[in-house]
């Protein structure tokens, strides 16, 4: 699982362009939306593909993005239970 | 300034109906054009519905009379074939008569043609024609062309969904203040593979009819269209005794400043676009007897644009619907197409059915018209709004 | 009761370094190529890292020019903002367009999709100031930034607007740049910036940049000149381009007489310099001339670097040696004129007055 989070972080700060940080930066309970790293809407879109890309995982309504993206640990009990790749 | 805008011609081509008549035949039997797309091979093809027009460019290309060895792009075939048509509902038989300028928006340009060859043109030589026909400005360019606008002013505007009410705010400057005696104005985009995408990208496509303003919308579907409308300043349609449409007599652009593509909460932009048009128009709320709405039918603009609607005219809310339920979201080329539907509006003292809609929505009590309603209509509101913030609003009068 | 229109502030990233304004040109940078790219600030130092990962090379060039230009005119907000772009966010635009067709339509990201929307500069730099006034994105080829121009002209003129920021902007694109190499539009060979208009060759050497600028109804200090007046044509052709360049002096009250430079925009394709030599040894050849494009290169605003080119000389009064086109010196720079087009098309004549 830490495995998983730590890739998850690196894949983050791929996908979206956080080029100033590193894996470090991200704690694994940080808010990643509104306050903490202060994603946005566009930020999700790019995290759904993420999830798509590297996992698997096909979410349908952005709606669903909000609970899995709240942290990286919320990220990575989701992606572990439902990854198919 | 103070001089009048009148609208003395006009020509569309949409999804539903290849000219002004055919047009709003369907707008008052409630006939909409939303289709799975057939001219574009995409693997969304049913996750998507689209509002296409049923001639294929080759068809096009044969209305205009064009060579075999033209370089147009659809979005120019689309703008060339509804521009002639507003040349010719103007009664416009020397186009030279008159300082006339061209004013024409569009989003996609020549993509249609670079997502087909972009990789093709680096060997093929038959097809590098189009490398020239991609940039935004060549489809106006040949609209000029086919006018016979020469040695004048033309240009193109871009401001992703709003950019043909801005081209028809600017062609109203224009007159107003003088440069210009007549300014056609409008604008042109064609269905392509990069707006289908780019719009799955944002998962804002709607998998079935898009249903403005209802509480289950699950987003738009795309089409493509072009209208274009002939501005004349007073001098002209007193010189030539001519038949006037409708006058433009507000308009007003305002930047939402929240997001590069969603709208604010609360419709910021889209509330000072609303007011200043008005003050512009020198109005109050009241004297909007139909709001023509830029009603997408995705969550996020149909609940900012009604609560701004809110704003603006408080309890009392003149009738509003969004005719995207008919011709889908046309894009740069919405504001002219909506603009034509304004005047017809006001020709034919029509409301059009907001199409689709079934449930309230949960935010606010205001409910789009939902029958068509005969009434006698003075001034119509047409809102029309895009991306990175971009909020327009021009009204349209039956009198000077 | 229409109101004179300045020029109160300039920024300006091009294929020079030009984005410190207390400097002109100090350096030439001499390019040998068939494509030249701008000499970058260091756009950490005006954009937080937040707001510049998802911005594209063109939005920050542009937002970073406006931040210069509205410094110098002492503003920290404008009313309008008006955008001049040929293209766009190629870039952007590039890399979804191969991305569908790379990936067949799958794992697409909305971040280029949203750039490669042409006004997506005005509304960054709207989101940036916070600016909630009207915003225009013109993309007229070679008139783009000239429309922008006229626009803002006519409602400061009017007193709609006081304050307006009006700017071009183009960027590179690895994959336009190959298919424009292709049809020609970009020289065959490599060629020194200096040596340009000796190329004898068809097509130009293609550049990028943003320029921009403050325009408001108030003359202040910082204030470098009046715009006069601008003009467009969609089409002209060469035969009437010295009339059509007189006529619109004419419409200003002004002889040929009156002017004391000439701002050509000539790229060294000899298929379509000859549309300058019209004005270069007939009308204007007792006038002093000055070119430019070999320092920015060729891009459908590169006439915004014209702009800011004469916005300098006569601010400063003087002329940088490397710009001269021609053997006659002004003794004094009160009236410029501009004229540019490129490809035959899209031609504009701009008038700029000393203050």
């Not at chain 1, 495995?3 to 590193?22: R, S």
């Not at chain 3, 100090?26 to 890292?49: G, L, M, T, W």
């Not at chain 3, 008006?82 to 766009?88: D, L």
């Not at chain 3, 569908?100 to 005005?122: A, K, M, R």
Request: aromatic share 8%; with cysteine; hydrophobic share 40%.
């Amino acid at each position: 699982m830490e495995a998983l989070k730590q890739e998850l972080k690196k894949n983050i700060i791929e996908q979206i362009n956080l080029e100033d940080m590193t894996v470090e930066d991200i704690a694994n309970e940080d808010l990643l939306f509104g306050g903490g790293l202060g994603l946005d809407s566009i930020d999700a879109l790019e995290l759904i593909v993420m999830l798509d890309k590297n996992y698997g995982i096909r979410l349908t309504d952005p709606k669903e993005g909000r609970a899995i993206f709240e942290s990286i640990n919320t990220m990575a009990a989701y992606v572990a239970e439902h990854r198919t790749k | 300034m103070g001089k009048g805008v009148a609208i003395t011609g006009m020509g569309i081509i949409s999804a539903i109906g290849n000219n002004v008549a055919e047009n709003y035949q369907s707008l008052i039997e409630g006939k909409k054009g939303i289709t799975r797309v057939s001219k574009i091979k995409t693997n969304h093809v049913n996750d998507i519905m689209v509002g296409e027009i049923a001639f294929t460019n080759q068809e096009l290309e044969q209305q205009l009379g064009l060579s075999s060895n033209n370089n147009y792009s659809r979005t120019a075939l689309l703008g060339a074939i509804a521009a002639k048509q507003a040349i010719k509902n103007a009664g416009i038989i020397d186009i030279h008569a008159y300082r006339t300028g061209l004013v024409s928006a569009t989003s996609v340009g020549g993509m249609d043609m670079t997502e087909r060859y972009y990789y093709d043109y680096l060997e093929n030589k038959e097809t590098q024609k189009y490398i020239e026909g991609h940039h935004a400005g060549d489809s106006t360019q040949k609209i000029a062309e086919q006018l016979g606008i020469e040695q004048s002013f033309v240009t193109t505007i871009s401001t992703a969904c709003s950019s043909a009410a801005n081209a028809i705010m600017l062609g109203a400057r224009l007159i107003k203040s003088g440069q210009l005696d007549r300014v056609i104005v409008g604008g042109t985009d064609c269905l392509s593979k990069f707006t289908i995408n780019g719009f799955k990208t944002l998962m804002i496509l709607s998998d079935t009819y898009n249903a403005p303003f209802d509480e289950n919308r699950k987003g738009l579907n795309l089409g493509e269209a072009a209208a274009f409308l002939v501005l004349e300043s007073d001098a002209v349609v007193k010189a030539e005794n001519k038949e006037v449409l409708g006058y433009v007599k507000g308009y007003a652009n305002a930047n939402d400043a929240f997001h590069q593509t969603a709208s604010s909460d609360h419709g910021d932009g889209a509330t000072f676009a609303m007011e200043k048009a008005l003050k512009v128009a020198n109005y109050a709320p009241q004297d909007i007897d139909y709001i023509n709405a830029h009603g997408t039918a995705t969550g996020n603009n149909d609940l900012s644009e009604g609560r701004a609607i809110i704003r603006v005219f408080g309890n009392d809310v003149p009738d509003f619907s969004s005719t995207k339920a008919y011709t889908g979201h046309t894009l740069a080329a919405a504001g002219a197409i909506e603009a034509v539907y304004s005047v017809l509006a006001l020709q034919h003292n029509v409301v059009y059915p907001n199409l689709n809609f079934k449930t309230q929505m949960k935010e606010f009590s205001i409910k789009p018209q939902l029958n068509i309603k005969e009434k006698p209509l003075k001034n119509v509101m047409s809102n029309s709004f895009g991306f990175g913030g971009n909020c327009s609003t021009v009204i349209f009068s039956k009198e000077q | 009761m229409n109101r004179n229109v300045y020029i109160n502030g300039i920024g300006s990233i091009s294929a020079q370094k030009t984005f410190e304004n207390n400097e002109f040109l100090n350096e030439f940078v001499d390019h040998e190529a068939q494509v030249i790219s701008v000499v970058n600030p260091n756009y950490k130092d005006y954009i937080p890292p937040a707001a510049a990962r998802r911005m594209a090379s063109g939005i920050k060039m542009s937002v970073v020019a406006s931040k210069i230009a509205l410094q110098e005119a002492g503003l920290e907000q404008v009313d309008a903002i008006i955008t001049g772009t040929g293209m766009g966010c190629v870039r952007d635009s590039e890399k979804f367009v191969s991305a569908i067709i790379d990936d067949d339509e799958q794992y697409l990201t909305p971040t280029s999709f949203i750039q490669s929307t042409h006004n997506t500069v005005g509304g960054q730099i709207a989101l940036e100031l916070q600016c909630k006034g009207y915003n225009f994105t013109y993309v007229h080829a070679s008139n783009s930034f000239e429309s922008a121009l006229i626009d803002a002209k006519l409602q400061l003129e009017l007193g709609e607007e006081h304050t307006i920021l009006v700017g071009g902007v183009d960027e590179l694109g690895e994959h336009t740049t190959a298919l424009h190499k292709i049809i020609n539009h970009i020289k065959p060979e490599i060629v020194k910036a200096s040596q340009l208009l000796q190329s004898k060759t068809e097509g130009a050497v293609f550049g990028e940049g943003a320029n921009f600028f403050v325009l408001s109804n108030e003359k202040q200090p910082s204030t470098y000149a009046e715009v006069l007046s601008v003009k467009i044509y969609n089409t002209l052709p060469k035969a009437e381009v010295a009339q059509a360049a007189i006529q619109f002096l004419k419409s200003n009250n002004l002889e040929v007489e009156d002017i004391d430079l000439v701002v050509l925009g000539n790229n060294g394709d000899v298929k379509f310099d000859s549309f300058y030599d019209e004005l270069i040894s007939k009308v204007f050849n007792n006038t002093q001339q000055v070119y430019y494009k070999h320092l920015c290169g060729e891009f459908n605003t590169a006439s915004s670097f014209g702009f800011w080119l004469a916005s300098k000389i006569l601010k400063t009064q003087i002329l940088p040696d490397c710009v001269k086109l021609n053997h006659v010196n002004s003794s004094a720079f009160k009236t410029v004129l501009l004229y540019n087009q490129y490809r035959g098309e899209n031609h504009s004549f701009t008038l700029l007055k000393q203050c």
